[in-house]
């Protein structure tokens, strides 16, 4: 199965800095990356996705880029806020299943 | 904005006791999951469901875990005797498709159903 490794487990940064998040995937077939955001008690939101098919994905101050070759995809993050404050998740779905597989998550602190 | 409704919010009950967690998805979504995530941990994947079956689940998806969708509307996760391990929020989730065919596979989530086994 899939398996997807996440880093850093934690993140400080002042607020208006950038914050990268990487990850990566073991199974060459998955063909689906969502990004989820999950603020203290509530649920994870989709805050952004990219397919296999695409390298870069931007959405305003948030950017997702895929590495197919070296199986790994990272979330940007520019200028940076409090609220942005949040446990953040990737996750892969292999092709021909359903199935999203996370990341461990990564906490990350915007200081003002 | 269309949403995943969960009930009960929290739930705290006693070791081997049977548990039912109640999701009711978006209204004309076709695929429907169970995750949970254990306090501090990441999300796991459980199970999901289409056309009245299961169509995949995990290990942690053992002979404890069933799901139901009993009628148009709701869904649910029953855990016949409830173990300590057993403690974590249950998220539902549903999509308008598997991806199997775009790829793409957007999940909603519901707000969770944290279980307490003591």
């Known amino acids: 199965g899939e398996n997807v490794e996440q880093h850093p487990s934690t993140l400080s940064v002042q607020e208006g800095d950038s914050a990268v998040i990487k990850c990566t995937y073991s199974?060459?077939?998955?063909?689906?990356f969502p990004w989820y955001k999950q603020e203290l008690g509530k649920r994870p939101q989709l805050i952004i996705d990219?397919?296999?098919?695409?390298g870069e994905k931007k959405d305003q101050r948030i950017a997702v880029t895929l590495n197919k070759t070296a199986k790994h995809f990272s979330l940007h993050i520019t200028e940076t806020q409090p609220e942005d404050s949040a446990v953040y998740f990737c996750?892969?779905?292999?092709?021909?299943?359903?199935?999203?597989?996370f990341g461990k998550g990564t906490m990350l602190l915007v200081s003002p | 904005e269309p949403e995943v409704t969960q009930t009960p919010s929290h739930q705290v009950t006693q070791m081997g006791q049977e548990v039912i967690l109640r999701c009711v998805p978006i209204?004309?979504?076709?695929?429907f999951y169970w995750y949970r995530q254990i306090l501090g941990q990441k999300v796991e994947f459980l199970v999901s469901?289409?056309?009245?079956?299961?169509?995949?689940k995990s290990e942690i998806f053992d002979d404890q875990f069933s799901v139901e969708r009993p009628d148009g509307s709701n869904f649910t996760l029953k855990i016949r005797s409830t173990k300590l391990e057993d403690s974590a929020m249950y998220f539902c989730?549903?999509?308008?498709?598997?991806?199997?065919?775009?790829?793409?596979?957007?999940?909603?989530f519901g707000a969770g159903s944290r279980l307490t086994v003591l």
């Open positions: 989730a549903s999509s308008g498709s598997s991806g199997a065919i775009s790829g793409a596979n957007v999940l909603t």
């Open positions: 199974d060459s077939a998955s063909n689906y």
């Open positions: 990219i397919r296999s098919n695409v």
């Open positions: 996750a892969a779905k292999i092709s021909g299943y359903s199935t999203l597989t």
């Open positions: 209204s004309n979504h076709l695929y």
């Open positions: 469901f289409y056309n009245n079956e299961i169509s995949e």
